[in-house]
Structures are given as structure tokens and as C-alpha cells.
């Protein structure tokens, strides 16, 4: 079986913001864990599984926590229904936002002491 990943941000007109689902494409190309590696935000969503070839498609919503993008807007873009979905004879495999997470928390204080040593 061969899968995809699919990361899904929610999208920004910043300059600051286009070289982050790139950077996450990037990382996870280059561990080879899977096939395909895509990328797009919520204005990029529609019809995208059909470009992809793989059997297994996790998709990946790149938001802190759950809300109406991860609920109603990508599923429905992605035409799926439950957290584990059937399209066109490939296995959509719909992931959690990131949620609560120690790594997030250590984040969090390594850019508060970043912060305090820029004083």
C-alpha cells in the first residue's frame, strides 16, 4: 500500500507565512515515510485528492485545536465524512490538529526565553 501525506494550513496573504508548509513538505519528504507529500491551505483544498496517487491518504490539519475549519471546512472540502473515509477507492485517514502536546508546551517556553534574552 502507498501513502500520502497531506498537510492542510490555513492559508495567509503574510510573506511571512509562505515558507511554512514548505518547510514541513520538505522534512517529511525527505524522511521517506511516505510516497507523496502535499501541501496546500483552505483555498487550495478542493479537488486535490484526485491528484494524488497513493492508496492511503493521512491528512494533516496544521491548526492548534479544533474549531470550524477542521470540523465542517476541510472534510467537506474532502468530500469525507468520519475520521476514516473511503473516496475513489483511497483511504482518507483524517488526523487531529495538533492539540495538547508537551512538545507544543516546550515550544512555548523556549520562545518566552528566546524573548527574554533579545531584552
Known sequence: ???????????SK??????V???YVDFFKASGD???????DLEGIDGILSG??????????LFVAHGYH?????????GIGSARSL?????????EPLGRSELIL?????????????K
Not at 14 to 19: C, I, P, V
Not at 34 to 40: P, S, W
Not at 70 to 78: F, G, H, K, M, Q
Not at 87 to 95: D, S
Open 70 to 78: 477542521t470540523r465542517v471546512t476541510i472534510p467537506e472540502a474532502l
Open 34 to 40: 511516505f510516497n507523496e507529500v502535499l501541501a496546500c
Open 106 to 118: 516546550k515550544l512555548i517556553k523556549e520562545r518566552i526565553e528566546k524573548a527574554k534574552e533579545e
Open 87 to 95: 473516496i475513489g477507492g483511497k483511504e482518507i485517514v483524517y488526523l
Open 52 to 61: 494524488i496517487k497513493s492508496d492511503r491518504i493521512f491528512v494533516m490539519p
Open 21 to 23: 508548509l514548505p518547510y
Open 1 to 11: 500500500m502507498s501513502d500520502a501525506l497531506l498537510l492542510v494550513g490555513h492559508g
Open 14 to 19: 503574510s510573506k511571512h507565512a509562505d515558507d
